[in-house]
Every structure is written in structure tokens, then in C-alpha cells.
């Protein structure tokens, strides 16, 4: 009970704080970036940790350049996030532009459905409302819920303002089944970590052994739903793009794992030319696999 109210104190205050203007956001945003990185060293260690082993080529120098700009942008996303209870239509249409969308309409007009595929880069809250507002269609975002309850529902709540319609990860299939008939968009953040009980494959990177959930993949195929992937560009401080780019348009003529390493090597390229926007204070290598598990590529094949 005492923890339900201390959530419901929390989420009243995130509230009040949405109503202040973007403009009043960004100054606390600088105070908070100097707290997170000088001052507490919110996860410095993962950070650093992280950004050396995915740039082994880049001097520490230059790592911990990357590194301050990535909790510089961490702390103004904080208060994007923040922004979202109370932003509105508007706001939301002027500050993330959406490109190159015509292609990915022309399926939801003659009554197809298609995949989106993203990840956790650049304001991927702001562009899952923007999907919202720019494509005439059911768009359902596929999400991992939060393990407070109260949070969660809230959250939900504010993630759902412009007609999306939620669907817990556990759920995907049930909701793929029950959109039949009609022009629809499933989205998929793939850089999250798999469970353990989840279907994934080990790849190589960012110079590091990864599993990849293999969700979309399995989906496209069974479905024959073409997949594209929404790049989010960061444009200047609040204001974005999205290029809507056809990733598998065909995924039954693709080979196994190919739709997998298709969405992998896309994000990595983007981390590549401006890392600073990705979620690297997540711990994305925690799990190692298994030495019987480790296999390239091909062997994997030889074996499916």
C-alpha cells in the first residue's frame, strides 16, 4: 500500500513537471546532466565499459567525449519522456517529421499490414506517438511492461494518447491473429535483451557476442509482411526525423537468421555514425553464451 501511494505521489509530480515548456525542461536538463555524469556517475562504469568494447579502435580520449555527450542527450531524453503527458498533437507533428512515407501507405491502402523495425535511439517515445499521428492505420507497439504496476498502467496511458494500442510482448501473437482483416503496423524495438526462454540468436555486434530476439523475423515469415525500418535522426536539440526505409520487402525469399542480421547490421551502422544516441547505460551484454552455443553464422545454418 505504502509503495502503491509513493508511485502514485511520483507519477502526480511527473505530471505537474509535464506542464512546464520544453525550453523550461532543457535547463533543468542541463542541471541533471551534471548531476547523472559529474556528480553521482550514474552508471559511468556500464557506460564506459560499454563504449570500450564496442569502439576497441577509439582512444579513451575520444570514448569519454562520446560518453559525455550520450548523458548530456540521456538527460534531455529524461525530460522528452517527461514532456509526454502533456505535449500535444502539435507539438509532437512539428518537432518529429516523418520522411519517405508514401511507400509504407501505399501497403496500408490497399489493405496490407506491415513490420516496423527500431530501436532504443534517439526519442523512440516521441516516434512511437508520431507513428500514431502519420499513418492511417492500427499501429500497435510491442513493449516489455514495467515491473511496477502503477508506473506501468500510467505509462501505458501516456504511450497510448495518439491511437496506439499497446500490446504487451507475451501478447504479439495473440494480437497479430486478432488485426487480421484489416491495414495494420506492428512495431518492434529490436536491441532489447531476449530471456532466457525467449527465441534468439548469437551474433557478432559491435565488436561483442549479442542475442537478438528473433520475434520479427519469425513473424515477417510467417506472415509475409514487409519490414521497414524507421531511422530516427536526431535533428537538434527536440526536434526530429524519421526515414521510413524498406528493409525486407520479401522476407519469405530471405534464408534464415538473414531478416536477424538484416535489422542488426542497419542499427549498428547508425550507432557507428553518431553513437552518443543509443541507450548505452543499458547492461545490452550482460548474458554471454554458451561455448556449445557459439556459433558463426553459418554454422548456425548448417544446422537449422
Request: hydrophobic fraction near 40%; include cysteine.
Amino acid at each position: 500500500m505504502i509503495k502503491k501511494g509513493i508511485s502514485h505521489l511520483g507519477i502526480f509530480f511527473l505530471g505537474v513537471l509535464s506542464l512546464f515548456p520544453l525550453s523550461v525542461l532543457y535547463i533543468l536538463a542541463d542541471g541533471v546532466y551534471l548531476l547523472l555524469y559529474f556528480v553521482f556517475g550514474y552508471r559511468r562504469k556500464v557506460v564506459r565499459a560499454n563504449l570500450l568494447n564496442a569502439f576497441p579502435d577509439k582512444t579513451l580520449e575520444k570514448i569519454v567525449v562520446i560518453e559525455k555527450r550520450y548523458y548530456r542527450y540521456l538527460a534531455s531524453l529524461v525530460f522528452e519522456i517527461v514532456k509526454m503527458s502533456s505535449i500535444s498533437k502539435a507539438e509532437i507533428e512539428k518537432r518529429f517529421i516523418f520522411k519517405n512515407k508514401e511507400q509504407v501507405q501505399a501497403y496500408l491502402n490497399r489493405g496490407e499490414s506491415i513490420l516496423i523495425c527500431s530501436a532504443h535511439y534517439g526519442n523512440w517515445e516521441w516516434g512511437t506517438m508520431g507513428i500514431g499521428l502519420n499513418f492511417a492505420a492500427d499501429h500497435y507497439p510491442i513493449y516489455k511492461p514495467l515491473s511496477n504496476p502503477t508506473f506501468d498502467s500510467w505509462f501505458k496511458k501516456v504511450r497510448s494518447k495518439f491511437g496506439n494500442k499497446l500490446i504487451a510482448m507475451r501478447q504479439t501473437m495473440r494480437a497479430l491473429q486478432a488485426s487480421k482483416g484489416k491495414p495494420s503496423m506492428f512495431s518492434f524495438g529490436n536491441d532489447q535483451s531476449p530471456s532466457k526462454d525467449e527465441l534468439h540468436y548469437w551474433t557478432t555486434f559491435m565488436h561483442q557476442h549479442t542475442s537478438v530476439q528473433l520475434g520479427i523475423e519469425k513473424i515477417a515469415k510467417r506472415t509475409g509482411q514487409p519490414i521497414f525500418y524507421f531511422k530516427i535522426n536526431v535533428l537538434k536539440r527536440g526536434f526530429y526525423d524519421v526515414d521510413c526505409i524498406p528493409l525486407c520487402l520479401n522476407p519469405a525469399e530471405t534464408a534464415e537468421f538473414e531478416i536477424t542480421e538484416m535489422h542488426t547490421r542497419f542499427l549498428e551502422q547508425m550507432i557507428k555514425d553518431k553513437p552518443e544516441y543509443w541507450l548505452w547505460s543499458h547492461k545490452r551484454w550482460k548474458h554471454q553464451p554458451k561455448p556449445e552455443l557459439l556459433f558463426t553464422r553459418n554454422e548456425m545454418l548448417k544446422q537449422a
